[in-house]
């Protein structure tokens, strides 16, 4: 029986490691790699709460949650495959135009 | 446009110690025992029942949105022509 709070925290670290990833990396698929991390740590808080509260719409939820989260990464693939065959370079921070 | 490591450091330790003060200030009141017995409540059949009863407009909605991702995604991943 673990106690709520260390899931807590758990997912407060995984999205506090998600936001620096996001913050500090300039390649594109990283910086995916790390919202989804985001994304889980909210699942895993949906998970907890749905567990501790005796009730299943927590977990409804979050499988809603992970198939949205998969609908997202496959387009994010896509737009920086688009990206990548246009300018040569998944750098973001060196994409400075929306201009095809 | 340079990136600042430890700016961004401190931004989520600052992130992070709100975070967790929020989450250990707070008295949630939830059971505090699950129920030790797994085999008389099956979690699957449950949330089969919840997701075809109460949440089946978002279930389709979802299937949609699943359904325009994946052509927009075989869309941009294609390519302009050259087939």
């Not at chain 2, 967790?20 to 029942?49: C, H, K, R, Y």
Request: aromatic fraction near 10%; hydrophobic fraction near 55%.
């Amino acid at each position: 029986m673990i106690p709520l709070i260390f899931y807590l925290g758990l997912a407060a670290l995984l999205f506090s490691i998600g936001l620096y990833g996001v913050m500090t990396h300039k390649n594109g698929i990283r910086m995916i790699m790390c919202i989804e991390l985001m994304l889980n740590s909210a699942n895993l808080n949906l998970v907890a709460f749905s567990s501790y509260t005796d009730t299943l719409n927590g977990q409804v939820f979050a499988v809603f949650s992970i198939a949205l989260a998969a609908a997202e990464a496959a387009v994010g693939f896509a737009i920086l495959m688009a990206i990548y065959r246009m300018h040569d370079k998944i750098n973001l921070n060196e994409l400075k135009s929306l201009r095809w | 446009m340079r990136i600042n490591r430890p700016l961004a450091f401190l931004v989520v330790l600052l992130f992070t110690a709100i975070v967790v003060i929020g989450a250990f200030g707070t008295s949630w009141n939830t059971v505090s025992e699950l129920p030790q017995s797994p085999a008389d409540q099956s979690n699957i059949e449950g949330i089969g029942m919840l997701i075809f009863t109460q949440y089946v407009a978002p279930f389709e909605v979802l299937s949609i949105v699943l359904l325009a991702s994946l052509i927009g995604a075989i869309y941009l991943a294609k390519g302009e022509g050259n087939r």
